[in-house]
């Protein structure tokens, strides 16, 4: 039996592939409005990952903070 790794889709993650496909998507794709939508869905999508990003950097330098007053 083959296992399947299923990604949270709110995920770090999965946003990070969701960008790099849509990226991909949208230099391949030759139709105007195809481009269009594309390239709205890859702004939205890249804005989360970067508060995301964001986020993460935060939290993992909260956490070396915390590591050295303990």
Request: hydrophobic share 35%; charged share 30%.
């Amino acid at each position: 039996m083959t296992s399947i790794n299923i990604l949270d889709p709110n995920s770090l993650q999965a946003y990070r592939y969701r960008v790099k496909l849509l990226s991909t998507e949208l230099w391949q794709e030759k139709d105007q409005r195809r481009r269009m939508n594309l390239s709205l869905q890859l702004a939205e999508a890249a804005t989360h990952l970067a508060r995301m990003e964001t986020e993460e950097f935060q939290s993992l330098q909260t956490a070396k903070i915390e590591l050295r007053e303990s």
